[in-house]
């Protein structure tokens, strides 16, 4: 994350999880904790705040500009992208890249 006022809630956040878990039990894996670095400093922290920040727009405000040029660049297998998971309710229809590839589109129990 790029270093911001919210490292140091952030940071309290993780050890607090790993300490005393939650209200779903202790953490056992966590594969990280949270890393800040100055975005001016490192590329692909200012790589991964674009793909967030066009992702927002994509799936917030309807606008994918700056989104649509990436779908090509995920990992696909059979069609299928993975890294990209669009969580929305089952009964609603939906034609983003994630819900297409995985056949998604249509609400559960309608064809």
């Known amino acids: 994350m790029d270093k ?3 490292e140091r809630p952030l940071q309290m956040l993780a050890r607090t ?3 005393d878990g939650a209200r779903w039990g ?5 594969a990280e904790v949270p890393l800040f ?3 001016a400093a490192s590329r692909m922290v200012q790589l991964a705040d674009l ?3 066009s992702t927002f727009r994509k799936y917030e ?4 500009r700056f989104f649509d040029p990436l779908i090509p660049l995920f990992d696909a297998d059979g069609g299928v992208l993975h ?3 669009h969580h929305r309710r089952m009964s609603e ?3 983003c890249p994630a819900c297409y590839s995985r056949g998604r589109v249509q609400p559960v129990g309608q064809a």
Do not use: M, Q, T
């Open 4 to 6: 911001s006022i919210y």
């Open 93 to 95: 229809h939906c034609y």
């Open 37 to 39: 670095v100055d975005s």
């Open 51 to 53: 793909v967030a920040w």
């Open 61 to 64: 405000l309807s606008d994918g």
């Open 83 to 85: 890294g990209l998971y």
């Open 26 to 30: 202790h953490f056992r894996n966590l």
């Open 17 to 19: 999880f790993r300490v």
